[in-house]
Structure formats: C-alpha cells, structure tokens
C-alpha cells in the first residue's frame, strides 16, 4: 500500500511512495537495493525541502535505522558513524568514547536550526553551520561507504574514487546510499557567547575583527519587520571566543525553552518588530554565557510546530520555506538594501533571518561556495496555497537575480523555485553533473522529486545567456 510522505519544515511537498523500508545492517541494504523493482529515494531527517528525499512511486528508503557510532580514533580526532545518525547522538557517542585524561574532540559544524538531520543528509547537501572559518561540510569529511546502484560498496575518499567523493558530497542521494562516514573533528573547546547589536553596514568589518581575535563561531541575525527601519539592518551580532577549557558551565544558564521558541514564532507572524525585541533582549540575556563547542551548535526544533500556532489571524499561518543565498563580503550591505526593497515590494512576511561566513570550497562538484562569500538566510512565510506558494517563489526569484548580478549564488536544497536560467548561472555544471549521474547510475535506480525536476528543467537546448558560461565549471 503506498505512503504519503512530506517534509518537516516547508510540508509543501506531499509525495506518495510505494512503500518505506527501514533497513537495519549493512546486508539488508544491499538486498533491498538489489531487489528493488522500482526506483529508490534515500531520506535521512527529511528536512530538505526541494523533494531531495522523496520520490512519487518510488521505494523510499528511511536510514534512521543505521545509527550507531563504528569507531573513533582519538589520537587522530577520526570518528566513523553510520549515516543514519542523527546529530544529538552522534556528539552524544563521540563524548561517550573518551577515556579520561585523553585531548577532547567534538564536531566541528553541523547546521543551525534544527539538529534531527543525518550526517547522509549533511553530506548530500554539502552543509554548513555558522563557523567563522570554515568550509562547507565536504572539508570535514575523510571518506565514507557509498552502495551503489549494484548494491556493491565503494570507498570514497580524497585517493580511492575521487571524483566520486566529489560528486556524492553535496549530490542530493542520486550516486547511491551512504552508508557509513568517517569525520574529521577539532579538539573540543570551552567559549563563551558575546552578544550586540550591530547593523548591517559594518557587520562584515565586525566579523573580521572577531576573526583576527580567533572566535571560531558567530551569526547576525537581522530585524525582519519591512515596516521598521530596521529591517534587514540592525540585527544581533552573536560570537564565540574560545576561553580557557576548565572553564566551567554554570547550572544557572538560560537557555532557550520550546515555550520562548513557540512565542517568539508566533510573534514573528503576527508582530514582527516585537518579536526582534523579545528576541534581542534574549539573546542579551545569554551574553557571557559558556558552553562547549560541539553541544552549543545544538539548536530546539518542535517538528509540526505549524500545529501548535492554532488561535493566529489567517494570514499569518502557513509554513516557511527558506532560502539561502550567497554574496560576495564587500557586497553584503548593497545586497541587503536591495533584497529589503524586494521583500517589501512582494509583500512577502519575513519571520526570520540571519547572516553567516563560509569559505570558499574547491572540492566538491555541485558547489555552491563559489568563493569567500556572505551567507545570507531567509525564511518566508508561505500560506499553503498556489497564491501563498507563488508569492514566495516570485519573492525568491527576484532576491536570486539580484545576488547572481552580484557574483553570487544560491543554495539548492529548500525549494525548486529557481528558474533554468538561474539554475546555469548559479551551477553551470548542473547539466554535466545529471550527465554524471546517468553514468554511474544507468537504470536511474536512485531518483527523487528533485531530480525529476532538474531533468525536465534541464531537457532541451541551454538558455542563450548561459551557452558560454562554462569557465568556472569543475571537471570531476
Ligand atoms: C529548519 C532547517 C534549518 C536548516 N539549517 C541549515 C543550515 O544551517 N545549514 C545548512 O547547510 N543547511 C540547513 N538546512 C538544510 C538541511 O541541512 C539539508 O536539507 C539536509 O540535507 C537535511 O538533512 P536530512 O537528514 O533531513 O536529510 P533529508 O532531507 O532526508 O535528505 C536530504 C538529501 O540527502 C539525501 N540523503 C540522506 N541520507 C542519505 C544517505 N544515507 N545516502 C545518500 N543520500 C542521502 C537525500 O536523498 C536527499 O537528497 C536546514 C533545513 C531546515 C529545515
């Protein structure tokens, strides 16, 4: 009997599956792919939200069921998982590995947001968390175990099949199912949070001195009322100086409760200057507070939060869907002065915000960190009808045009808005790497909406504007 099936965040995209296979060793697995008669769509948390992680009539395979930690050398801050893991249990089983008296490791990024999200689904997005220094999340992996359409095991690392690790990292579950990952962590430290405000013209100057001074972690998450002058402009300036490793973490820190999370949401759909205040005078509130390095990127989600926000006006319930777009640094201040500009002129609610750094990534294929660029994350309320889905896209469509004109980017995981002619500009790889993924994979046994959707965009002759566009694309 078939399944419906949806994603956490966005719920804007309901697809009907064959039937769910919960695989539990290495074994099943591979029988499972062996055997399969139609197409397989490979889910982790399902918080992507193009329809990454499902497939109508496919056989969706749910990995949560291969979760355990394999392995863990501590001498070279290696841990092996499964990629079913989800992140609470993976920092949880790193701790748990240490004896006493040896150097203390922890992750070094995970995304922000939410933390049911699996390493597989981390790997296949090529993620990011809000690191001042880092690289996409491809930088912190070592190898992992891909099974392949065959159902046989490949290793993937930077000397055995390179060019598939390349692909796979940041390939959307369309190469094989991941198996097992092994991560490269950082030495766990102790820091402490420091909270201002600041605004946008000068948070990029802001970053950088906190960068000189060797604060590993900060976000500047920016006011999201269009009637306020502040709007896009004055937001809280978070960072994370490393202190020293004894340290302690006091019982009486405050820390953010669902009750706080479902309030401020609230607020945020229906009076969004006050929910900025409320959250400043949080954030505020945790300004010395001290934590770990790995645990302090754990964030509270309430998954089917949409149901808890019963008693709303009309127009301010819905979902949000989110989209992250890239700029160059310098760029920043001009991109948000326009996207303001967009945003109203849409009539598109903002209900949150915020900014990150990512360095640039010369590895995986699909990449999306083009260079050093500003990171730039909005999330739209989205009311669950054409009207309500087609504002937000218009919205998104405009606000890409404006950061491709910049040199910049967007990421492909949290819709299917972006037209052809963006996709090419942005990825002009992508026809290549569908081209790349029919090769390695010549039954289709790996698909999903998503790829369904990249096929027919990409099914005919490429838009003029982007014909020549060809100089930054990677060979894998
Ligand atoms: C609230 C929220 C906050 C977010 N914050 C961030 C952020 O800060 N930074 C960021 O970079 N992203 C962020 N994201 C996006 C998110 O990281 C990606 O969508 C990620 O891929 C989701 O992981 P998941 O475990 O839910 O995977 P799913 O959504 O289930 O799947 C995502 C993709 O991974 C593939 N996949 C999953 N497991 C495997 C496997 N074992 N083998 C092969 N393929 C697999 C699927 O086929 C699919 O293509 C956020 C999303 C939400 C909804």
Redesign the pocket.
């Known amino acids: 009997m078939s399944v419906l099936l949806n994603d956490?965040?966005s719920r804007l995209n309901p697809t009907r599956v064959r039937r769910i296979v919960a695989p539990r060793s290495l074994e099943e697995l591979q029988d499972v792919i062996r055997g399969s008669v139609q197409p397989i769509?490979?889910?982790?948390?399902?918080?992507?939200?193009g329809g990454?992680?499902f497939g109508e009539e496919t056989l969706h395979l749910d990995?949560r069921t291969l979760s355990d930690v394999l392995d863990f050398d501590p001498n070279l801050g290696l841990v092996r998982a499964h990629?079913?893991i989800q992140w609470p249990e993976l920092i949880e089983g790193i701790r748990a590995r240490h004896e006493p008296g040896q150097r203390k490791w922890g992750i070094r990024q995970k995304?922000?947001?939410?933390s049911d999200?699996?390493l597989?689904?981390?790997l296949?997005?090529n993620?990011?968390?809000r690191g001042l220094q880092l690289r996409p999340f491809i930088a912190d992996v070592e190898a992992f175990t891909l099974i392949d359409h065959q159902g046989d095991r490949i290793t993937c690392s930077r000397t055995e099949n390179p060019a598939l690790f390349r692909l796979v990292i940041g390939g959307?579950?369309l190469f094989g199912?991941?198996y097992d990952v092994t991560l490269r962590l950082s030495p766990r430290r102790r820091v402490q949070r420091c909270v201002d405000v600041e605004t946008s013209d000068v948070i990029i100057d802001r970053f950088q001195e906190a960068i000189d001074r060797g604060v590993l972690y900060g976000d500047f998450q920016f006011a999201i009322d269009h009637e306020s002058e502040d709007f896009l402009h004055r937001g809280i300036f978070s960072r994370y100086r490393v202190v020293d490793d004894q340290t302690p973490i006091p019982d009486k820190q405050i820390y953010f409760t669902e009750d706080k999370w479902l309030t401020l949401l609230r607020l945020a759909r229906t009076r969004r200057s006050e929910a900025y205040r409320q959250y400043v005078s949080f954030y505020r509130s945790t300004d010395g507070q001290i934590y770990d390095s790995d645990t302090h990127q754990l964030s509270t989600?309430i998954p089917r939060y949409h149901d808890r926000l019963a008693g709303i006006p009309a127009e301010a319930q819905g979902s949000e869907v989110?989209s992250e777009l890239y700029v160059p640094r310098s760029d920043l201040h001009a991109f948000l002065q326009r996207a303001a500009k967009v945003l109203r002129r849409c009539q598109a609610p903002l209900t949150y915000g915020t900014l990150r750094l990512i360095q640039r990534d010369d590895e995986s294929f699909l990449r999306w960190a083009k260079q050093d660029y500003a990171c730039v994350i909005f999330n739209l309320l989205t009311p669950e009808t054409d009207a309500g889905r087609e504002r937000t896209a218009g919205a998104f469509r405009q606000l890409y045009d404006v950061a491709l004109e910049m040199n910049g980017s967007f990421y492909l995981?949290y819709h299917t808005y972006a037209t052809r002619a963006q996709v090419e500009s942005a990825y002009p790889q992508m026809p290549t790497f569908l081209q790349r993924k029919r090769d390695c994979d010549p039954h289709q046994r790996f698909q999903?909406n998503w790829y369904r959707h990249m096929q027919s965009l990409f099914d005919g002759p490429a838009t003029p504007a982007a014909k020549n566009r060809t100089s930054d694309m990677l060979v894998g």
């Open positions: 956490i965040h769509s490979i889910a982790g948390g399902r918080h992507a939200m990454q992680q990995t990629a079913g995304q922000t947001g939410a999200l699996t597989g689904g981390a296949s997005a993620v990011h968390g959307y579950g199912v991941i989600y989110i995981t999903s």
